[in-house]
């Protein structure tokens, strides 16, 4: 179009047809000949001067959205590991790892003990809160308390740890002792699992 003698411009001054937009205003003149071959202007000859416009957007928003589905999440099955349990046994002596038994004489030295059931060595246990009583109601007395320190410490020892390859153990060492006219003792304690290892037990004093 910027050939042919036609000539192109910016109108800043006409109508816009929307914000930030120009009328481009093009134009020629175009002559009609009617001796061509002559190269000349004759009377009956004619001139033409013929114009268009259009409009001109400087800038424009444009938009075009498409969708990106969500990432599907791949369900793994469940770990049905179950959480370590506490386990407590009386043996009789001061080695926590002899067997459990379930007769010992008065005066006699047994330990309680405690384990949990668990061998990887991640977890540890603090008992605590423990009681014993004669099965019936009518006697009960504390012997370790909310701590984990023995009440009476002519009574029950203190707290100690053992281990033996990847099983620990935790025990106190005990007097032991009976309630009239009944045969059996029994013991209640409290014993929390942690993971890796529980807080320190109080200083105790036997």
Request: net charge negative; aromatic share 8%.
């Amino acid at each position: 179009m910027d050939q042919c003698g036609t000539n192109i411009q910016l109108n800043q001054s006409a109508v816009q047809v929307q914000q930030n937009s120009n009328v481009m205003l093009f134009s020629n003149t175009l002559v009609v000949l009617h001796e061509a071959a002559w190269g000349i202007l004759n009377m009956g000859d004619r001139a033409y001067t013929i114009q268009c416009s259009m409009s001109r957007t400087e800038s424009q928003t444009v938009q075009r959205a498409f969708t990106v589905p969500m990432i599907t999440g791949v369900t793994l099955p469940p770990d049905n590991a179950n959480f370590p349990e506490c386990i407590m046994t009386v043996v009789g002596g001061t080695n926590p790892f002899t067997p459990d038994v379930n007769t010992l004489a008065i005066g006699e030295v047994g330990s309680l003990i405690f384990t949990v059931t668990d061998n990887t060595g991640g977890f540890g246990l603090k008992p605590y809160s423990c009681f014993a009583h004669d099965g019936m109601g009518m006697n009960r007395i504390p012997i370790v308390n909310d701590a984990g320190c023995p009440v009476e410490g002519k009574l029950v020892g203190s707290l100690q740890t053992a281990n033996r390859g990847a099983t620990s153990v935790s025990f106190y060492h005990f007097k032991v002792f009976k309630f009239p006219d009944v045969q059996n003792v029994f013991f209640d304690c409290q014993c929390r699992v942690c993971f890796d290892q529980c807080s320190a037990v109080c200083a105790c004093a036997e």
